[in-house]
């Protein structure tokens, strides 16, 4: 059986009914934190919207103030919270099943932390705000898919390339469900659809930092009554609002930019406001997969989204200024032949910066470097009328890959560098490097990705010249 819901565009889709949902019934609270936001009228006092309620201001108002409504003490920097369970109050007649008062603020109310927390309703108030929805979070970001699939219960899921992790998932599911995955790539996957199951589109993907048409995506979607979802990791906010495209539902890998010090693991469902409904089911399933943060994560999270908005902003535009000076002397050292639309770019000014390394960088940079692959360089979908600038105008995301033209010199480059530490995972301050098959069989042994930090497009470029002149050396 399938219920049926209809989305912020009018379609109907069919969301397929969790298999034994009476595992799961009663077991959350009869008002979630971050709750359902159907009773619209009498929300004054309803966490979600009182943690929207500064959606009129920029976004790093959001991300400092949007948990306002929590504060229960005079301090400042919000206090971590450790308890794992939360005294009931002393009055019987008080007493009701999974309800739980608490006297110095309601908004911050809880029995057992495997439902909810202080440290992660924070965390969970502010994402509310700047995702544009109801949101919860979760252990990883591969719990957070986990949970959606879980959750959607689809018969197929259309998915393209990007995160291995999640082509595992679908694996480990298949197994218990029998869940088809279906090739994005395949220009009829459309056809093989069923109302209820999911299309689920990573954009930027992983690990090139290559972007997708989230309209064109939705389209397709929901005219077959699929559900939409999205993972946008690699294009947080300020980035990417994937809901004004269409989305049915965000993910993302907290564990990155929402972390943004690579040192906490999370994982983020948000959900289009058209689809509150469904955050009391997610929140009854998530008690039972028992897949919540930790406190301490819960902790890290909340600080690390202060500073979200300043330090993407500086990521993302010295990755395109990085970019812009690899694809340039690829597309010199290739302009004999007809280079490939994935590299094809129309070279950005260059600042006296820019230009610092230059004549030392260019013979080595052209001899190691086959191609270089980033949003940025679609220069087809960024033309006048194209739907990229429009679907990302404040930047491209942090992340791009480079092809050498050698596995082996991929290999060995990691090790010339200084301040790129070489390590998978992406999005912390400090910028990362790596030869991605170390972690995923699947990509061109070629490959490297790499993860932009904050020190500064300057003294990146010149770790990189250093580190392509010393390759060259070594191999002469």
């Known amino acids: ?180 995955a279906v090739d994005l790539a395949d220009p009829d996957f459309a056809q093989q659809l069923q109302p209820g199951d999911v299309v689920h589109v990573e954009t930027p993907v992983n690990p090139t930092g290559e972007a997708r048409d989230l309209a064109h995506y939705a389209q397709i979607a929901h005219e077959r009554g699929c559900v939409l979802t999205v993972d946008a990791t690699f294009a947080p906010p300020p980035l990417l609002d994937p809901f004004r495209w269409g989305v049915d539902m965000v993910m993302h890998s907290g564990t990155k930019y929402f972390g943004g010090h690579s040192d ?27 897949s919540v943060m930790g406190s301490f994560e819960g902790w890290l999270g909340v600080r690390s989204l202060r500073t979200l908005e300043v330090r993407v902003r500086k990521q993302s535009a010295d990755a395109e200024r990085l970019v812009a000076w690899l694809a340039g002397e690829v597309l010199a050292s290739s302009s004999s032949s007809s280079s490939s639309s994935s590299t094809a770019i129309t070279t950005a000014p260059s600042s006296s910066s820019d230009k610092k390394n230059g004549s030392s960088s260019s013979a080595a940079v052209r001899d190691l470097v086959a191609e270089v692959r980033h949003a940025s360089l679609q220069t087809e979908d960024l033309r006048p009328g194209g739907w990229l600038r429009a679907q990302m105008p404040n930047g491209f995301g942090p992340v791009f890959a480079v092809l050498m033209r050698d596995a082996d010199e991929a290999r060995r480059l990691p090790s010339k560098l200084s301040l790129f530490h070489h390590a998978t995972s992406l999005g912390g301050v400090e910028s990362l490097v790596e030869w991605r098959a170390m972690t995923d069989a699947t990509v061109d042994r070629r490959l490297l990705r790499f993860s932009i930090g904050l020190e500064g497009f300057e003294d990146l470029q010149a770790d990189l010249v250093a580190g392509f002149e010393a390759l060259r050396a070594e191999r002469a």
């Open 264 to 290: 906490m693991l999370c994982g983020v469902l948000a959900l289009h406001p058209s689809r509150a409904g469904w955050v009391r089911g997610l929140r009854d399933e998530r008690l039972v997969l028992g």
């Open 1 to 180: 059986m399938a219920a049926e819901e209809t989305n912020g565009t009018g379609h109907g889709v069919s969301v397929q009914e969790p298999a034994k949902p009476e595992l799961v019934e009663g077991m959350a609270h009869e008002n979630p934190i971050v709750s359902d936001a159907s009773n619209n009228e009498a929300k004054a006092t309803d966490a979600t919207a009182l943690a929207a309620r500064f959606r009129h201001l920029s976004l790093s108002a959001q991300t400092i103030h949007a948990d306002d409504f929590l504060n229960s003490h005079q301090s400042v920097a919000p206090p971590m919270h450790v308890s794992t369970t939360f005294r009931y109050n002393k009055d019987p007649d008080q007493l009701q099943p999974w309800a739980n008062i608490n006297p110095n603020n309601p908004h911050d109310s809880h029995v057992y932390s495997r439902d909810s927390a202080p440290n992660s309703t924070r965390l969970e108030a502010v994402l509310t705000s700047i995702l544009g929805g109801p949101t919860l979070s979760y252990s990883s970001g591969l719990a957070a898919f986990h949970a959606l699939l879980v959750f959607l219960n689809p018969r197929r899921v259309a998915i393209g390339g990007g995160y291995h992790g999640c082509h595992g998932v679908i694996k480990l599911l298949s197994k218990l469900t029998g869940l088809q």
